[in-house]
């Protein structure tokens, strides 16, 4: 009859099973894996990373090269002209015909049946360097001919709508990765700093933060693009869009990190390392730091997508990268006339694009949040 | 055995069951509730039968994760979503299973035939609406009155649970009302519609020692002239041997013995029941050798605080002085207890003393040197010499940090220790110390319970090899048996190593059993000091007479 009282002095502690000594890593991975929106968005942010890596493998079409102005998206038949079923899938290109219309004179375009491409993974087609290095020809999917197949039809120059968006992808997270980089080193530190040394100057920062915030940001966006001269290479044009970007979004960022760093700061832990004689310094990168960490994560995942549509807003309204750059914000910039959405509506398919983009990372973001503060 | 241990000390039916006529207006067969939790099931509670009759009062006593509090909630229908109740529970009202009822009938139930109230009376009223209204509120849910009439009712409640100038009151929101005050108003929140049954669970915890025993006595006369049934859950045994009738000792999710309260801590069967009746705490400290030097003086520190009040283009101040030109002297080897009501400055006095908050008057020495006017900087080499232990172990360890990197930051911020090696060495030698095994440096703080995170506390300060300990309430978060465990090590450590303890509590019996000397505080002020058994036995001021009396014998 030996009940579980515990020795006077010494404690028994419980043995490391179970999820109990599992690293926090761990943990979150496990939160986050009972949230099903949250996987969702992680495995289409997985998804579109591995599509903005390997663009060349994925774009069937070289991007640059042009043919028949605003050609609608190929259908892809199983049959034939004379509907017999045919193995593999075939697609008909969109060719000037010899006829005119009757009305404008202009020549009409249509699909040339006299061709047929059968289409095929893992095709052979236009050359590029994998990473700049590796030189290789092999494309997930296309005409097995190696011939260009537009699915999401052309734009104006009759350049590939989907490889286009594929090769954009590239700069549209390059410039959301960067710019959020950014706003989150500035505002993390900023809001640390401010939010635990506090008094005086969190006074002051603070102020500027609001000074910041309270600007109108759409005309200061617009303002600051006259200012770049249009002589100015790509690259420089580039990172001017990343500096305009950033130059309001740290704000918000440490805002949220001084409000956590207030709360933490107060924490016995944090007084237990004052007693110890801990400086600041190694209070704020071991005890302050760490705890805010989970929240600048969920942050991050949140304002991609704000840059995201930042980068195709702006670029809809004329401020984008300059080509022979692409972007997504590039490619809307085509969009801007109602006449041209009316008759060629498959130029809006970057918005597709930017859609689940930011559905993708809020997702993850969502999940995240819910899964980062499991104590 | 199991189930010859089960039938000998906790039955299912009642030990006075032949001396009771009538049926009981609850009885609880065999509930079980089961928690679903990352990773599988938690027992929440395993097997809890208890009967009540009418116009009686039984205490269930437990430590904290018995399942005291989630048997009474599932007698309320107030589980969350994620409790299941096992199906051969049965919870018969008035001889009808409520575990059965819809949640019309439960609705119906609750609040009117079945009331309750909550530990932390700050949450549990909504601060948007007067307390008149609220209580109003409650009434017209369950009875068919016009608004005035439940006014005067509400009116009635209030005089009732005698809250002073009750008319003025109704008007007030819960802010404007203190701790205790806002607890009478839950109390008359839920006596609104003359329930047969009341349920407190732990009423009196948040509350200070002083306002304890009002609130308690004020449910006592509530329930004999209402003839009302209580069940009051706690974890205070002085409570339950003072305001009820028949006790049931919980453990685990069991009950483990149930009896009347006399025959109970007459003779406790269950070993988990002396355990947890030899656990209140007590002994005293060693006496520490005479004449022994200073370790810390204070005099004449002030320390205030600027609040803002009101103001629109400039903000006027006004000055709260939490401690007002108080001095102490602590010597070598000597626990010195700082006693008071929450609010009295006794935790600000004390950070200010080993200079975590900045005095704005007066001087302190350490070990005769001055340190009133250090800055941060040049206190750090002092640091290592006094330490602090905090209250809540929860808050006190860094949850990203191993408890291997808890107890070496220290060592590593003081430059003690040649190397890495001997730091390791030094961390599981305080470990062990503080009654924790070596083996735990990887493991992470949320692994531990509340008693193991407060020595992990310990260990963090005594790696250090300090002179003197801050002990800013180490034992009020924690249970009573860890309370004692606690206890004993800091008497074992004071011993072994002439420690100085400087130990803030509100607590007069751990105060008993740790300090020699002791200063009571009230609004930044002492009012009384002395050696513990002086204090204790003789108090010169009405108010340590007070703070006396809640701790040993509640019903003040």
Known sequence: MKADVQPAISTSVPPAKGHGNETYTALVWRRLKRSWTGMIGLILVCLLMIMTIFAEFFAPVDPKLTGVGFAPPQTISMTDRDGNFVFPPRTYQIRETEELDPVTFQPIVGPDYENPQSLGFFVKGFEYSLFGLIPAQRHFFGATDGSPVNFLGTDKFGRDVLSRIIYGSRISLMIALTVVFIITVVGTTVGMVSGYFGGRLDAWVQRFVELVLAFPQLPLYLALTSLIPVTAPTNVFLAFVIFVMSALGWAQMSREVRGKTLALARIDYVRAAMAIGATDRRIIFQHIFPNVMSHVIVAVTLAIPNVVLLESFLGFLGFAVKPPLISWGLMLQDTATYSVIGSYPWILAPVGFVLVTVFAFNALGDGLRDAVDPY | ?556
């Open chain 2, 1 to 556: 055995m199991a189930l010859t241990e089960k039938i000998s000390m906790a039955p299912d039916e009642r030990c006075d069951h032949a001396a009771r006529t009538g049926s009981p207006i609850i009885d609880a067969r065999n509930v079980a509730v089961t928690f679903k939790v990352e990773g599988g099931t938690v027992d929440a509670v395993k097997d809890v039968s208890f009967q009540l009759y009418r116009g009686e009062t039984i205490a269930v006593v437990g430590e904290s994760g018995s399942g005291k509090s989630v048997t009474a909630r599932t007698v309320m229908g107030l589980l969350t979503k994620r409790a299941t109740v096992a199906v051969h529970s049965r919870i018969e009202y008035d001889g009808k299973n409520v575990l059965k009822f819809s949640d019309r009938q439960r609705r119906a139930l609750r609040g009117d035939r079945i009331s309750m109230i909550f530990q932390e009376p700050m949450s549990s009223l909504n601060p948007v609406y007067t307390v008149g209204a609220q209580i109003i509120e409650a009434i017209r849910v369950h009875q068919k009155m016009s608004r005035k009439q439940a006014a005067e009712r509400t009116l009635e409640l209030l005089r009732q649970v005698q809250i002073p100038d009750p008319e003025s009151r109704f008007n007030q929101y819960p802010h404007q009302l203190s701790g205790g005050q806002r607890q009478r108003v839950m109390i008359a929140m839920a006596l609104a519609n003359n329930p047969d049954v009341l349920i407190a669970d732990e009423p009196t915890t948040a509350l200070d020692v002083t306002v304890q025993a009002q609130i308690l006595n004020l449910i006592r006369d509530l329930q004999q002239k209402l003839g009302m049934a209580v069940i009051l859950i706690t974890h205070d045994l002085t409570v339950v041997r003072q305001f009820s009738d028949y006790v049931y000792v919980m453990s685990q999710g069991e009950v483990k013995e149930h009896n009347t309260t006399d025959a109970l801590f007459k003779s406790p069967q269950h070993p988990y029941t002396r355990h947890l009746l030899a656990s209140e705490p007590k002994g005293m400290a060693n006496p520490p050798p005479v004449d022994s030097a200073v370790i810390l003086e204070g005099s004449n520190v002030r320390v205030s605080f600027m609040l803002k009040h009101g103001g629109f283009f400039r903000s006027r101040l006004k000055e709260l002085v939490a401690v007002d030109s108080l001095s102490l002297k602590l010597h070598r080897h000597e626990t010195l207890g700082l006693v008071g009501e929450s609010g009295s400055g006794k935790t600000t006095f004390g950070q200010a003393l080993v200079k975590l908050l900045t005095a704005d008057g007066g001087e302190i020495f350490f070990d005769g040197e001055p340190i009133h006017a250090r800055t941060r900087d040049q206190m750090r080499p002092l640091r290592s010499r006094m330490q602090v232990v905090f209250q809540d172990p929860f808050s006190s360890l860094n949850p990203r940090m191993s408890v291997g990197q808890i107890i070496e930051e220290g060592l590593i911020v003081n430059r003690l220790g040649d190397n890495k090696s001997d730091r390791l060495a030094r961390v599981e030698q305080a470990l062990v110390s503080a009654g924790l095994p070596h083996n735990i440096l990887s493991r992470f703080p949320h692994e531990f319970s509340g008693g193991q995170r407060q020595r992990i506390a310990i260990a963090r300060a005594i790696a250090l090899e300090p002179e003197f300990i801050l002990l800013d309430e180490p034992t009020s978060a924690l249970d009573l048996s860890v309370q004692a465990q606690i206890i004993d090590l800091l008497r074992k450590l004071q011993d072994e190593r002439g420690l100085s303890y400087l130990f803030i509590s509100h607590d007069l019996k751990v105060v008993r059993a740790l300090c020699h000397r002791v200063v009571v505080m009230q609004h930044g002020k002492i009012v009384e000091e002395g050696p513990v058994d002086e204090v204790l036995s003789h108090p010169k001021t009405a108010y340590t007479e007070r703070l006396v009396k809640a701790a040993f014998e509640v019903a003040a």
